[in-house]
């Protein structure tokens, strides 16, 4: 396609060039250096693993995608439409798009504005940009009026004009607050007072100069632009802030509000405005973490009765934490309400998270951009269940909000976000496309005259991709801007999270050492237990279809969680009332779900975002999730859990077993905080050739029930730390095997302080870095009992026991397969004690088994359903002086005097054998075993087992 443009033109990399060698060199090299990358890339993150549920991130559309990819190969650049004549026309109809879609009239000729859209590299740009038009246009009054007043000492009046000019000029009315009418009335520019110019409507504002000019009569073209020119002298972009501040004797330096959940682009705005940090003024959250509009009410009455100048009130539609959807509708009336009183200012909003949920509650953003309200109250507990995925409307008032979202003066909204296109895809539209001028910058590089579609002259960006607009625009045309497009998709991530919602107020059983506790509570017509009874007896573990189906639960749904699709939620120590001992365990908890630098990816099994409330800002609302958690209302900052619902594909029954996942990271994060500082002992659990390049091997730990710090099943791979400390492991294992006893290792714990943030117990010795992955063992069977140093090198398996009354065995034997290339070993599941602890090596890889899965490690489970033979009619005869009785269902009772012989039993509970719980190990060499492969593929196959490595009984605890 690239070729296209004059075809005939010679290339200019021959055929001959191309049979060169160090032609054939470079394309090696790059293929090598490709493949490392391909390596390297290889521990990103998965956003499209129905693991990840952390950050606002998923998969990409793939229209989106394709758009992209088809126009980066010609690296457009939108900063001026000669360097992008396709792509810049391609962000211009974005644009327009997303202006229709919110709301604003995209059509000229009508009575309200015409709106103006652009791409942008994100959402913190886009809010920066909207607050830096808004501070510009607040001063622009002051700078009209100064311009047509002009008595600079060196330029003089303004002399291209004539003194009438001037007069009529300065006649130009303003709809102003007058002191002495204790109302707005229009007033003559030169009557205004300095206060009265710094609250002018926006509108007015964005077509003042214009006004000017047209009430002079005659003023030529040359005129024209020579006051134009004088105005943008007084513009604060000229004067800076202190120089206008300083000319109009302002004492009070302009203030914005946002909510006290805001974004970090907001106070980055303030300070690269050079407003300062201090003119940021957070407004409290309500107890649904929405801007409470009281309190912003107090704030704007302080503003006012000081006369210090407002720029703008942000609204947060859909905050990144929280969720929560701020009361634009409130807000804009209380703007109205403060216009009349004299204070005046921009409404914007950050919907870069949630602008795109606009679309779920229009058809056709051409047709439909305001809904009717009463159709949205009559719609609102509209759930819709096609086929194979749920869908779920917005509650009621979230659906008002985002009805009215049009009311803002600019709204920030992300593409890239529930827009689903690649990075970087944000965007600002301006309901008055002329607020766009106030932070345009006409540089003959990249502007042509009037009528110049170019993008760059707007914004703070220059240089930017054609490829994002090209993506965004071929998205939004195949999926479309409407309820059965966008809104369809976000219709079922909404579902998405309203079932996460139900699983996270239910994932802790009622006698799990922990509770789990969302941001928002149960809604108004549940309480506490009615919720979560409902959950388990008709949401929990249900198939999606069933759900959807129930109307109870469909009910429920519509009214619980998040304002968007976002759950935070706490999880806290059964009984604890320490704020501190919880947010250790939210840490530990993001830690063990979190991918850092150095961290394995494939040993993340789930991935979700920690943070932390202020409990200054965030106020009542955390105060009374405190107390739900039971929790000690302090003044002490809270941790949190986030979890993100953007895939739309996700069926309830993949929940349950997200539930199930957490409970089992819970316990271990539980172990990382409470556990002492104990002896452990690990055995060699696979075959080590002292020969062999890789001096690696796998050790698993001896599990036990008498401490909680033992009751643990870890399978890890570890090498020796040093060469001196590898021959000694060499001789160990050697005389281990002379012997014929396990290799036993017993950990030695290394000096610490009670004090230290993190002790070196099990958990923190495997996982930290504050020991180099690295612990000291003493070779617990060597007659020396030297001490050795081993370095973790992975951990397949890390799992605390579940002491939950509800557990129970499994329907059939459950066995942990891992291993690498040389070795595979085969480790029994323990789930409900007793139990047996049961490790065997087998002889190869299983087939249909890969490398990269054994690597991971699989549980599978033994097929065969255990036979007990020479047993005719429930009553076997004597075998090897015992007799067996009773078998019934796979359990053998009454064994007198020795071993029962020829048993293959790979039933769901141990034997009982005597008065003592025990369980034959593995008769056969030979066992069927199904497990789940890729792509989530039932895979049945065979493993034969080579030798038994670990055979013990895990009792329960004694009481």
Known sequence: MRNNYFPSDPTYITQEMKSSQPYKSEIENMKRELMRMQREMDQNIRFSSPRYLAHMQWDLSMPALLGYMSAMLFNQNNVDISGSPVTTLYEKQVGQQLCGMLGYNICPGKKEPVAWGHVTCGGSISNIEALWASRNIKFEPLAVKAALLNDDPKAGAPAFLSEEQIRVGLKTNLLVYSQDSQMRKLT???????????????????????????????????????????????????????????????????????????????????????????????????????????????????????????????????????????????????????????????????????????????????????????????????????????????????????????????????????????????????????MRFFVAVYHPEVFYGEGDPSMGLYGIEGSKPGASPAGILMSHNVIGLGNRGYGRILGQGTATAKLFYSMWLTVAREDDPFVCVPLQNVPDSFDYTSARKLIREKIAHKPTMEVFRDPDAVNFLTLCGPDTMINTFVVNFRGNDNVEKSNKLQVALGDAMSIRLGTKVSRIPLM??????????????????????????????????????????????????????????????????????????????????DKARDQSMFIEYLTDSDFQEHQYQVSVKVEANCPTDGEKLKEYVKLCSDKDIMVVFETVPPRYNDSD???????????????????????????????????????????????????????????????????????????????????????????????????????????????????????????????????????????????????????????????????????????????????????????????????????????
């Not at 929560?324 to 914007?348: C, H, Q, S, W």
């Not at 953007?646 to 316990?667: H, P």
């Not at 034997?813 to 085969?826: A, K, N, S």
């Open 188 to 434: 003559p520019l030169k009557n205004c007072t300095t206060w009265q110019l710094l609250n002018v409507d926006v509108d007015e504002i964005c077509d003042l100069t214009e006004n000017v000019i047209a009430r002079m009569n005659r003023i030529s073209e040359f005129a024209k632009k020579k006051f134009q020119d004088l105005v943008d002298g007084e513009r604060i972009a000229s004067l800076g802030l202190p120089g206008i501040l300083k000319k109009h004797n302002i004492d009070q330096v302009p203030v914005y509000t946002v909510p006290a959940n805001n974004h970090y682009s907001w106070s980055k705005a303030g300070t690269l405005l050079g407003l300062g940090s201090n003119a940021l003024h957070p407004i409290q959250l309500d107890i649904n973490f929405r801007q409470d509009v009281d309190h912003l009410r107090e704030v704007l009455e302080k503003f006012l009765e000081n006369e210090i100048p407002v720029i703008s009130v942000v609204a947060a539609m859909g905050s990144t934490e929280e969720s929560a959807v701020d009361p634009i509708m409130e807000m804009y009336a209380l703007r109205e309400e403060f216009k009349e009183k004299g204070l005046n200012f921009t409404l914007l909003a950050d919907g870069a998270w949630g602008g795109y949920l606009k679309t779920m509650i229009i058809d056709n953003p051409t047709t439909d951009i305001i809904p009717d309200e009463g159709r949205l109250l009559r719609e609102s507990n509209k759930m819709k269940f096609e086929g194979f995925v749920p869908y779920c409307e917005l509650s009621p008032y979230v659906q008002k909000q985002y009805g009215n979202i049009q009311l803002a003066d600019a709204i920030s909204i992300d593409p890239h976000k529930t827009g689903f296109c690649p990075y970087p895809g944000g965007s600002l539209c301006y309901r008055n496309e002329k």
């Open 757 to 959: 943030k993190d002790i070196p117990n099990l958990y923190n010795i495997l996982h930290l870095n504050n020991w180099n992955r690295r612990f000291s063992v003493k070779l617990a069977n060597d007659p020396e009992e030297r001490i050795i140093s081993l370095k973790v090198l992975d951990i397949p398996r890390y799992q605390r026991l579940d002491m939950s009354a509800s557990v129970d065995y499994p329907e059939k034997q459950q066995y942990f397969i891992y291993g690498d290339t040389h070795r595979t070993i085969m480790s029994h599941v323990i789930t409900k004690l007793p139990d047996i602890q049961h490790t065997v090596t087998l002889t190869e890889r299983p087939h249909s088994l890969t490398e990269v899965m054994l690597e991971q490690g699989v549980v599978a489970e033994l097929v065969d359903q255990g036979v007990v033979e020479k047993v005719d009619e429930g009553v076997a005869e004597k075998v090897d002086e015992g007799v067996v009785e009773k078998v019934d269902e796979g359990v053998v009772e009454n064994v007198d005097q020795g071993v029962v012989e020829n048993v293959v039993q790979v039933e769901r509970s141990p034997l009982v054998v005597g008065e003592e719980f025990t369980h034959l190990p593995l008769q056969r060499k030979c066992y069927e075993v199904t497990f789940v492969g890729e792509l989530n593929t039932r895979i049945c196959t065979n493993v034969h087992i080579a030798e038994t490595r670990i055979f013990k009984i895990v009792q329960l605890p004694a009481v």
């Open 608 to 689: 979700i975002m920690q943070t932390s409330f202020d409990a200054k800002s965030h106020g009542l609302g955390l105060r009374v999730l405190k107390k739900r958690a039971g929790l000690r209302q302090d003044d002490t900052d809270l941790n949190v859990l986030v979890n993100t619902c953007m895939n739309a594909w996700r069926q309830n029954e993949s929940i349950s077993e997200i539930g199930d996942l957490f409970r089992k990271i819970v316990f271990n994060c539980m172990g990382r905080i409470e556990d002492s500082v104990i002896k452990h002992r690990f055995v060699l659990s696979g075959p080590f050739d």
